[in-house]
């Protein structure tokens, strides 16, 4: 398993997988910190669809934080 700090840059951002053709949308870049944030103030509905990319990896939101 990786370890990565808290203060590592992130990208998050929001996969809309919608049958008519989905958009992957940024929501935020900087600190993983402030993104776990951003991440736990958004809907439920919402956090399923969430992923935090790192320089060489991605992760599912849900899956982090259930990690």
């Known amino acids: 398993m990786r370890t990565v700090s808290s203060d590592v840059s992130v990208r998050l951002y929001h996969l809309d997988a919608a049958p008519e053709g989905g958009a992957t949308t940024t929501l935020f870049y900087g600190s ?26 991605v992760i599912a939101y849900l899956d982090l934080i259930e990690g």
């Open 32 to 57: 993983l910190d402030e993104a776990l944030r951003l991440a736990a103030a958004e809907p439920e509905a919402i956090q399923a669809d969430l992923y935090i990319a790192t320089d060489n990896d």
